[in-house]
């Protein structure tokens, strides 16, 4: 079945230890996106991939960097997690054609020490 | 800037009993989309809605949308304890596929 899929599911990591989140996906979608969404909130969108045209949001914490070596994968690193940052990690792709919304994967939940 | 309202924000209702969550959102869109999120999980896609006057009826849940009015309903039907969960809508901005989402509405059936 084509899907999103989201590696590690769990992740603990060290205050300030850097941290990288996978994403990887077989739906061949142009379009890529990671989300961060803290309890009881809304997903907020932190950036997204037209093929390899990356836009970050504007107000995208500088420690938070993404990387889409191919149309499959992407990545999202965070380079100095503080407490602040643990949070569910979203990733969703779409197609470019519009009106198609987006494709969730599971999400990497994110755990701060 | 678009902006998506959903209301309320927490509902908690009786097993059997009928319901409407409503989305509202700011600007011209014939985009609107609904989701399901369990605790601790990811979303779920339950409504694509591409055109004013779209109905989708999936089980006991119904989504509508009205672009003049720049509103969408979440009608719920007699509801069970398995509805419990959170559900957003989110609005398609006008270029691309990137979404605003709703705040999310928590619903909680009791029975």
């Known amino acids: 079945d084509a899907m999103v899929i989201q590696n590690p599911r769990y992740q603990v990591t060290q205050f300030g230890k850097p941290v990288t989140l996978s994403c990887s996906q077989t739906?061949?979608?142009?379009?890529m996106y990671w989300y961060q969404q803290k309890s009881s909130q809304a997903p907020k969108l932190l950036f997204h991939?037209?093929?390899?045209?990356?836009?970050n949001e504007a107000d995208t914490p500088d420690n938070f960097q993404s990387r889409r070596p191919n149309t499959s994968f992407c990545f999202l690193d965070i380079r100095s997690p503080g407490l602040g940052d643990a949070a569910m990690y979203l990733c969703?792709?779409?197609?470019?054609?519009?009106?198609?919304?987006?494709?969730f994967g599971p999400g990497t939940r994110l755990t701060v020490t | 800037e678009l902006k998506v309202e959903q209301n309320p924000l927490f509902l908690s209702m009786q097993e059997g009993k009928n319901y409407t969550i409503y989305c509202n959102y700011s600007?011209?869109?014939?985009?609107l989309y609904w989701y399901r999120q369990d605790p601790g999980k990811s979303l779920e896609s339950l409504f694509v809605?591409?055109?004013?006057?779209a109905v989708k009826q999936e089980g006991r849940l119904m989504a509508s949308l009205d672009t003049k009015a720049r509103l969408s309903t979440l009608h719920i039907t007699a509801a069970v304890h398995d509805l419990s969960a959170t559900y957003f809508c989110?609005?398609?901005?006008?270029?691309?596929?990137?979404?605003?989402f709703g705040a999310g509405t928590i619903l909680r059936v009791k029975s």
């Open positions: 969703a792709t779409s197609p470019l054609a519009l009106g198609r919304g987006q494709y």
């Open positions: 739906l061949n979608h142009n379009v």
């Open positions: 991939y037209y093929d390899k045209d990356f836009n």
């Open positions: 600007t011209t869109s014939d985009r």
């Open positions: 809605l591409l055109s004013n006057g």
């Open positions: 989110a609005v398609d901005m006008e270029y691309g596929n990137k979404l605003v």
